[in-house]
């Protein structure tokens, strides 16, 4: 059934009744995960709860309009009216220091516990939707004059969901937010770098880094490459508990031994072989392609012939054959 409702109320009324009309188009599953029944809703309230008082709290009161909430084919869209606060960009919205618009009004809805007494409600939102394996909140539709924020309401990943509620459990407390991140981003693009994180948390590099080797410590991520081309996966106990084995090896890919049997066997074929061939054909980068091709050659597999563009490598061959 398709409705338009407005109403005009003081803003905790507004709040109260938008979450009680809201709720019964709020489905909800059930996740089995040991003995307990976690449930998987449309719209996890917290973030539904933080996005509603966003928009009420720092809108821009001088300007005529209302806050918008709509339910719509696949996503949940809350917009209200004025921009983003002075000092606010939508390239650093995860970690810029509370700047709010109408601060007395912020700091007694901190006081009631209407929203995070920290100020740091866009971590709740993005928490909110990632737990479930859903994307990040997308804010790309704010402009000037609107902030407008796309809650995705696709199907939950179950599996997903299941695993971080085990290694929550095994904490004892919540995944940082920027892990959360990393695990979203590597669930839905499969390989990830220091610097593809970075934009995601809107961190520096070595913030970065730091996350992803904290998640490689921890079991949840394989780190391949060397430090410059290092890249990482979904390690193998994940994909397995998210019941995609092959996928695995579809991203992990070859290991040492299989890439120089590739090498040796192009060269067989076709007599030599350069740098940007191998990098094509075993798909590594710059560095690893150095590092596979040294290899080769000092345990006396392989002989470079050549310098510089015109360098290229063939197979090694005894003196006493030639």
């Known amino acids: ?103 007395a009004l912020a700091d007694a809805m901190k006081r009631i516990g209407m929203v995070e007494r920290s100020g740091r409600g866009v971590d709740t939102i993005y928490r909110g939707m990632l737990k479930f394996g859903r994307p990040a909140p997308d804010y790309g539709r704010t402009d000037a004059l609107n902030v407008v924020v796309q809650l995705p309401t696709v199907p939950a990943d179950m599996a997903f969901r299941r695993m971080v509620v085990d290694i929550e459990n095994q904490r004892g407390s919540e995944l940082p937010i920027d892990s959360l991140i990393a695990l979203g981003a590597l669930r839905e693009i499969k390989r990830l770098s220091a610097e593809d994180l970075a934009q995601r948390i809107q961190r520096d590099v070595g913030n970065a880094k730091r996350t992803l080797e904290a998640l490689t410590e921890a079991g949840l991520v394989e780190a391949h490459g060397n430090t410059r081309g290092r890249s990482y996966t979904l390690s193998s106990s994940v994909y397995s508990v998210v019941s995609d084995k092959a996928a695995y090896t579809r991203q992990v890919g070859f290991g040492p031994i299989q890439h120089e049997q590739m090498v040796l066997s192009y060269i067989r074929q076709h007599g030599q072989i350069k740098r940007g061939e191998v990098m094509d054909l075993c798909r590594l980068t710059e560095g690893q392609t150095k590092a596979l091709l040294r290899r080769l050659v000092e345990s006396q597999k392989l002989t470079l012939q050549g310098t510089g563009k015109a360098s290229r490598y063939s197979e090694f061959v005894l003196p006493s054959q030639v």
């Open 1 to 103: 059934m398709r409705f338009n409702e407005f109403r005009r109320y003081p803003l905790l009324k507004a709040l109260d009744w938008l979450e009680t009309n809201f709720r019964p188009y709020n489905p909800e599953q059930e996740l089995q995960v040991g003995l307990f029944r976690v449930p998987v809703p449309l719209v996890d309230m917290a973030a539904f709860r933080e996005a509603i008082a966003n928009a009420l709290i720092h809108r821009d009161y001088h300007r005529i309009g209302a806050v918008h909430v709509r339910l719509e084919n696949d996503a949940l869209v809350i917009s209200n009216p004025g921009g983003l606060v002075d000092g606010v960009t939508l390239a650093n919205l995860l970690v810029t220091e509370p700047r709010p618009r109408n601060r």
